[in-house]
T-cell receptor, first 112, second 114 residues
Framework: GENVEQHPSTLSVQEGDSAVIKCTYS??????FPWYKQELGKRPQLIID?????GEKKDQRIAVTLNKTAKHFSLHITETQPEDSAVYFC???????????FGTGTRLQVTL | NAGVTQTPKFQVLKTGQSMTLQCAQD?????MSWYRQDPGMGLRLIHY???????DQGEVPNGYNVSRSTTEDFPLRLLSAAPSQTSVYFC?????????????FGQGTRLTVV
């Protein structure tokens, strides 16, 4: 089955700096890659996703890049703000697997 | 719109007890799933369903049962609770698409087995 690895497990940045979280996946059939944000004590919520037919997608300060050859995708947050502090999860799925496999999460701390 | 509703929010069980975690959604989503969240291990899939009457096992199904008699409800049953099942449980639902559309999560159930 699919295996998703996520790094780093914790990340501390100063407000205004950029943050990058990286994930790798094992199943070459995977073609959908969402990112979820989970604030403390809350439920995970989708912040951005990308499909295998594109290499990059942006939404304001958030961007995701995908390298299918290397089986690697990344989340980029620019101009970080304190409210970006949360746990971020990457995930991957394929049509044949019919299920979403999550990474182990990255705890992002944005300091003033 | 309520979205995905889980009950209870908190539960303490004794080893060997059984219980059912309830999950209901009002978005007419066909795809529903259950995850458990443990520190450092992310969200691991327990069971999922692509529609009423259809269920399948995920990554960590042992000790759990599910059924899907209606589109709206997807209960998770713990048959004989064990301390290893202490976790936060999340139910999620999404539109059809083999798990390739946005998953909407419930608020979670924090379960402690003593």
């Amino acid at each position: 089955g699919e295996n998703v690895e996520q790094h780093p497990s914790t990340l501390s940045v100063q407000e205004g700096d950029s943050a990058v979280i990286k994930c790798t996946y094992s199943d070459s059939a995977s073609n959908y890659f969402p990112w979820y944000k989970q604030e403390l004590g809350k439920r995970p919520q989708l912040i951005i996703d990308i499909r295998s037919n594109v290499g990059e997608k942006k939404d304001q300060r958030i961007a995701v890049t995908l390298n299918k050859t290397a089986k690697h995708f990344s989340l980029h947050i620019t101009e970080t703000q304190p409210e970006d502090s949360a746990v971020y999860f990457c995930a991957a799925s394929s049509r044949t697997a019919s299920k979403l496999t999550f990474g182990t999460g990255t705890r992002l701390q944005v300091t003033l | 719109n309520a979205g995905v509703t889980q009950t209870p929010k908190f539960q303490v069980l004794k080893t060997g007890q059984s219980m059912t975690l309830q999950c209901a959604q009002d978005m007419n989503h066909e795809y529903m799933s259950w995850y458990r969240q443990d520190p450092g291990m992310g969200l691991r899939l327990i069971h999922y369903s692509v529609g009423a009457g259809i269920t399948d096992q995920g990554e960590v199904p042992n000790g759990y049962n599910v059924s899907r008699s209606t589109t709206e409800d997807f209960p998770l049953r713990l048959l004989s609770a064990a301390p290893s099942q202490t976790s936060v449980y999340f139910c999620a639902s999404s539109l059809p698409g083999q798990g390739q559309t946005e998953a909407f999560f419930g608020q979670g159930t924090r379960l402690t087995v003593v």
